[in-house]
Every structure is written in C-alpha cells, then in structure tokens.
C-alpha cells in the first residue's frame, strides 16, 4: 500500500519567506508526527497529532513554526519569517494509533529538505 | 537533561563478521526502545522495539538487547552484507503514559566492506 508522502521534496525559499510543507499519512493511521533532522543528526521531534489535535506541540522551537490537521488526515506545517537556521529536513510520521505506553511503530516520510538562503 | 549518545558516527566492518552498534541514555526512563535504518535521502525505517521488561530480542540476522541498569542498547547485525550498509538510528520511547514523541540518537553510519 501507499507509504506516507510529502510535498515537495525540496523547498529553496529565502529568508523571511514563509513556507508550508505538507504530509499525507497512511490511510487510517490517527496519529501524526513532524520531525526535524540536521545534518548528521537523528531527527528532532516538533509535533505529534493524534485525529485533528494537536496532543504534544512541545517540541516546535518558536511560534514561528505551527501545523494544522483540520480534517485528522493530511496535515501542514507552516514556517513564518524563514530563517537560515531552519534549513533541515522536515520528516513527517504516521502510526495507527498510539496505545498508551505500547510504542506503535511509527512510518516515515521522505522528508522535505528545506533550505532558506 | 535527557541525554542519547550512539558511540562511533561511523563504523566500518568487514563483510561476514557481526555489527554491533551502541545506544547508551541518560535522566530518561523509557518504556521502549527502537532501532530504525535511514538510508541516504529517505526517512527512518523501523526495524526492532524492545521494551523495558525485556532482554533480548531478535529478527533475523538482527538481535538487540536492552540493560536497563546500564541504560544502554546492543543492535547487532550478524552475518553482516554491504547491503546492510545505512545509518542507524536508536529512539527513545516515552516513559510519561499518553506521550508518544520519539526521542533519537544522532545515529550510527555504518559501512559493510566486501
């Protein structure tokens, strides 16, 4: 079946632009992670949606950086006023549905690589 | 603060011999731990979970243990192939019930030479 997508995989903006990444999950899969990953390092975790709420968003450096879910399927991570130091690549994640403490195993994305000049 | 540190950035083994890469955490208690594979330019690929109960688990040609006492996490590769050549990334699952966010080391780039 379809794995988990996202759009575009490269995005150059320049600084001060804002940009929008998006991420289609598994179908059926309820809950929604975006992960951040520099270079030579494991990916940083930003937000975790479970339907259309944002359960866990402790992880989104500053309020710069927001995502929505509206419809708990496709979700968008928007950047306002890009920085250099936003350039990295964005991951997106799916799983079916967390069980407490279960570990559900979690599907990853491509990845959008966002570099702001 | 938590703390998750994969010893060797890169690790280079001779085709055939056994792979062992290493995960050692601090100030976290999780409930699980996860290995996962990343090739260049794709996202992680989930590979094992191991829980905090257990010792030991296997699939395959992968084995990884998990010392809760020590805080770290054995991944081996045995029989090791060029094809298991990728980084590898361990992660840290929550140990707060209701939080799901992963929490990862920097990752292992391991080489399998021919």
């Known amino acids: 079946g379809a794995g988990v997508s996202q759009t575009p995989s490269n995005k150059v903006t320049e600084k001060g632009k804002y940009v929008e990444l998006r991420c289609d999950p598994i179908s059926g899969h309820t809950a929604l992670y975006w992960y951040r990953q520099s270079l030579g390092q494991g990916p940083e975790f930003l937000i975790y949606f479970q339907g259309t709420g944002a359960a866990d968003d402790s992880g989104l450096p500053n309020d710069r950086f927001f995502a929505v879910r509206p419809e708990g399927s496709v979700s968008t991570l928007k950047i306002q006023r890009t920085e250099r130091g936003d350039s990295a690549v964005y991951l997106c994640?799916?799983?079916?549905?967390?069980?407490?403490?279960?570990?559900?195993?979690?599907?990853f994305g491509p990845g959008t690589r966002l570099t702001v000049l | 603060s938590q703390k998750i540190e994969q010893n060797s950035e890169a690790l280079n083994i001779q085709e055939g011999k056994t792979a062992t890469l290493t995960c050692n955490y601090t100030?976290?208690?999780?409930?699980?731990l996860q290995w996962y594979r990343q090739d260049p330019g794709r996202g992680p690929v989930f590979l094992l979970l191991i829980r905090e109960n257990e010792k030991e688990k296997r699939k395959e040609r992968l084995k990884v243990t998990f010392d809760t006492t020590l805080k770290q996490s054995l991944f081996h590769i045995t029989a090791s192939q060029p094809a298991d050549s990728a980084t590898y990334l361990c992660a840290l699952g929550p140990s707060i019930q209701g939080a799901q966010k992963l929490v990862f080391g920097q990752g292992t780039r391991l080489t399998i030479n021919p």
């Open positions: 100030n976290y208690s999780p409930a699980y």
């Open positions: 994640a799916s799983s079916l549905t967390p069980r407490g403490r279960g570990g559900d195993t979690q599907y």
